[in-house]
């Protein structure tokens, strides 16, 4: 028997979901890994993430709009988007596309290169 | 002007590659986020990674398969196909497809959660 099995991302996508929907795929003391599922949720119009850790994030199916504080425009986020939020950077999902689930990676870190 | 603009992860992807392609998105003290691309390309047979870090990585176009050391069968990686990869853990891709482009995301950081 192997100890090394692979799992799906895009298995098991809840079709009626009220709330995003986040599961952990990988953690450790520095680092976490989630898989976030959308259905059309976006954040409240008065809501701001603002985050203790940075995040990259890609969109990997669906669409998304993603409004960073004191921007005019949303970033579109299409399928293979990606994009680095610093930690404390505020931002709010202004729209994921209703007509299907919109499947997010995202990668959650404490500590920038100390050489940046 | 947004500051904040995202990339593609799938963009300016090479087509005539004689080694695998690195590309590094994201980075800090503790965590590195690569793409990698590979046509065709697979370890020697004598060869394996023996890493310092762990590796969860995620095929995310084309195909691969893994083998891990003292395994029997490899993990076949389709689009969407993740698994983790334990620091040390002896492994190696064995294949990817020659037809397209094979894009893993890796994310490769040092420290397990200690809570487990």
Request: aromatic letters at 8%.
């Amino acid at each position: 028997m192997s100890d090394q099995t692979s799992q799906n991302l895009f298995a098991n996508l809840p079709t009626d979901l009220t709330d995003e929907l986040v599961s952990v795929l990988a953690e450790s003391a520095h680092v976490r890994i989630e898989r976030l599922v959308s259905t059309g949720q976006c954040s409240e119009p008065v809501f701001w993430y603002d985050q203790e850790e940075h995040e990259w994030v890609i969109v990997l199916k669906g669409q998304a709009r993603l409004l960073f504080e004191n921007e005019d425009d949303p970033v579109t986020m299409l399928p293979g988007d990606h994009v680095l939020i610093p930690a404390h950077r505020r931002h709010r999902v202004e729209w994921t596309t209703p007509d299907e689930s919109t499947v997010w990676l995202a990668v959650f870190y404490s500590n920038r290169d100390p050489q940046k």
